[in-house]
């Protein structure tokens, strides 16, 4: 399958507290296989356009100003980092 390109507003349906953040800024939580295989289809479907965009990653600072913890879309993020994604859009908390 095709790398997914790095265009956001494909993917994301932004909201007025969405920022957009490094990768390596972001703490996911731990990988589960069958939630990062329906991320990836729902991105792709996005991608495609026959699927609503989602809202940006949901996150908490780590009280250093910069780095995040995933509350949720960490499958999201899994398959941003497959794509080679510099940054991705997220909701601090």
């Not at 956001?8 to 390596?24: H, N, P, Q």
């Not at 940006?56 to 509350?71: A, C, E, F, H, Q």
């Given at each position: 399958m095709?790398?997914?390109?790095?265009?956001?507003?494909?993917?994301?349906?932004?909201?007025?507290?969405?920022?957009?953040v490094?990768?390596?800024?972001?703490f996911?939580?731990p990988?589960?296989?069958?939630?990062?295989s329906?991320?990836?289809?729902?991105m792709?479907?996005a991608?495609e356009?026959l699927?609503?965009?989602?809202g940006?990653?949901?996150?908490?600072s780590?009280g250093d100003?910069k780095t995040?913890?995933?509350m949720k879309g960490?499958?999201t993020?899994?398959v941003?980092?497959e794509n080679?994604?510099p940054?991705?859009?997220?909701?601090?908390?």
């Amino acid at each position: 399958m095709a790398k997914l390109p790095h265009d956001l507003d494909l993917f994301f349906a932004r909201t007025e507290g969405a920022i957009e953040v490094s990768l390596s800024d972001l703490f996911p939580m731990p990988p589960l296989p069958d939630k990062i295989s329906k991320a990836r289809q729902n991105m792709n479907l996005a991608y495609e356009g026959l699927k609503n965009k989602r809202g940006p990653l949901t996150v908490k600072s780590r009280g250093d100003g910069k780095t995040y913890d995933i509350m949720k879309g960490s499958s999201t993020y899994e398959v941003a980092k497959e794509n080679s994604w510099p940054s991705i859009l997220v909701e601090p908390e």
